[in-house]
C-alpha cells in the first residue's frame, strides 16, 4: 500500500520547515518550472545551498514519504526535482512558491 499523500508534521513543525524553505528560497532560488509529476527548481550552486537542501530532503523524507527528490550538481547550479502521486499535487504547487 502507497503512504497517504499528507504531511505528517503538527502545526508548530510544520511552520517551522515552511520557514526553512522559506529562507533557502529566499537566499538561492533560481527559477521554478512544471514538470511531470512535480516541479524543478533550480538554485545557486553554492556549497551552503546544497547542505541545506541535503537536510531539508533528508527531513522531508520523514514526513512526506510519498514525496521523490532528485538533488543534482551542475557546474554553478544546483536542479531539485519535487515529484510526488497526483493527491501531493497541490502541496507540490505551494513548495518554494
Do not use: H, N
Not at 528560497?25 to 541535503?54: C, H, K, N, Q, V
Amino acid at each position: 500500500m502507497d503512504p497517504s499523500p499528507a504531511c505528517s508534521l503538527p502545526p508548530a513543525g510544520l511552520r517551522e520547515r515552511r520557514a526553512v524553505i522559506d529562507q533557502i528560497a529566499g537566499a538561492a532560488l533560481r527559477s521554478r518550472e512544471r514538470i511531470p509529476g512535480g516541479a524543478r527548481l533550480m538554485f545557486t550552486g553554492s556549497d551552503d545551498t546544497e547542505l541545506a537542501l541535503r537536510d531539508l530532503i533528508a527531513a522531508e523524507a520523514d514526513c512526506c514519504p510519498f514525496l521523490r527528490f532528485d538533488l543534482e550538481r551542475g557546474d554553478d547550479e544546483l536542479r531539485l526535482d519535487v515529484t510526488g502521486p497526483e493527491e501531493a499535487q497541490p502541496m507540490l504547487a505551494e513548495l518554494f512558491a
